[in-house]
């Protein structure tokens, strides 16, 4: 698979909503490696209320809202609040999508903020890339593929990111293991193509 962004590189603050939180927060393994790799993350008044208080049909479980407040305290996570002037953004890009208040006031914070958007809804992420720029979107799996190429996280990692998101997997957020599998494979591939790149130029100027 193709992926139209670069795979060597991630951001350090993020603008993130919801299901993303889980999916990070859910994952271990992923979640230390982004206090290794100095990842911080803000998110809104609308996302806390999501995260730890509204009520759903598929609710999270106590112990992954346990683990949030925790991080929050440790101020790795940590809310926002929005003005009325980025409110009205907000019922701007109401009208343009059939997407709820927790992606639409993450994406007018990161606009505000100048910040990435993190997240892992489809279509949140195609209306947060038309107001903010692919470049400034990024999701759970690209943060894996550039922590494979950096070497923030070991190949036999995988298995574990794999086992670990599949044991939490929530319907409500949706399953990344062939996004993981994938972006796994492209990492390692440029990996190889780098070294072998770096070495030809090394030859070269002996």
Known sequence: MTFDFDITTYHKLNVIDTCSIWNIISCPRIYSATIDALCYFSFTEYVHYECLFKKRS?????????KLKKEIEQK?????????????????????????????????????????????????RKLGEEILGKEKIQTTPRLVG?????????????????EQHQKSLNSTWGDLTQFFREIYTTSIQRRALN??????????KT
């Open 146 to 162: 550039a922590f494979f190429y950096q070497r923030i996280l070991a190949d036999d990692d995988l298995n574990i990111i794999i």
């Open 195 to 204: 070294s072998i790149v770096n070495e030809n130029n090394k030859n070269s």
């Open 58 to 66: 598929n609710s999270t479980p106590k112990e992954l809202q346990n």
């Open 76 to 124: 790795r996570f940590m809310k926002i609040n929005l003005s009325i002037d980025d409110l009205q953004d907000i019922s701007l890009l109401q009208n343009r999508k059939n997407l709820g208040m927790g992606e639409l006031s993450s994406i007018a914070l990161a606009k505000k903020t100048n910040q990435v958007f993190f997240t892992d809804d489809r279509k949140a």
